[in-house]
């Protein structure tokens, strides 16, 4: 899965351009994840969903022209079948993700919250996975292990969410986890920030390991 994130990267890098990018990896992520959902998406909503301005989206879709992992007609982008096999191949990975409400492990108002499948063995504390979504303007970042059946912090056996239920709940039917998954959680008052905070952390776990 590095080179995946690696493949990610080169998307975003500037090929001999001068401009300053305003999107990076989590965003490439969610466009690919929005081709992913629909068989056409247009420029605006491309734009509108990942909250870049009409320039940074005409780049990134150049960007992944030249990866070949989209083309476009007039009905819009779409998926060419290597982005298909790409984006798949994250998604097994990254298969899920909810917004979960208000609560005391995560008490801000908008909370994102993302699954890796089997990468328990691969946190320590959680404060790599803090520090990545952080960069993203993230205000608080929890990460979870799922193990024997309950939610626990890393390195833990307590169910941190026994007393709980309502958001316990939330991110079983939310994420459908197993054993050996984690859970990284961003948050925010703004809704988008959460999301690509808690994306940024979830790519750079896999690159890091």
């Not at 990942?50 to 083309?71: Q, R, W, Y």
């Not at 298969?95 to 946190?123: D, G, M, Q, V, W």
Request: glycine share 6%; net charge positive; proline share 2%.
């Amino acid at each position: 899965m590095k080179k995946n994130i690696q493949t990610l990267q080169n998307i975003v890098s500037r090929k001999g351009s001068s401009k300053i990018l305003t999107f990076s990896i989590p965003h490439v992520f969610k466009a690919l994840q929005l081709l992913s959902e629909e068989k056409f998406v247009s420029r605006a909503t491309l734009g509108r969903e990942i909250h870049l301005g009409e320039g940074a989206v005409k780049t990134l879709i150049s960007h992944l022209k030249e990866a070949k992992m989209i083309e476009s007609t007039r009905a819009g982008n779409f998926l060419t079948e290597n982005g298909k096999k790409f984006t798949s191949q994250l998604q097994k990975v990254i298969p899920k993700e909810c917004k979960i409400e208000k609560n005391n492990l995560t008490p801000r108002k908008n909370n994102h919250a993302i699954i890796l499948k089997k990468y328990s063995s691969a946190i320590k504390t959680g404060l790599e996975q803090r520090d990545y979504a952080i960069m993203y303007g993230s205000s608080g970042c929890t990460t979870l292990a799922f193990k024997n059946n309950k939610f626990v912090f890393p390195g833990e056996d307590k169910n941190c969410l026994s007393k709980d239920k309502k958001t316990q709940q939330a991110l079983m039917e939310g994420l459908d986890p197993s054993e050996g998954d984690i859970i990284i959680i961003s948050s925010s008052d703004d809704s988008f920030v959460a999301e690509i905070s808690a994306k940024n952390s979830a790519l750079w776990t896999i690159a890091a390991n």
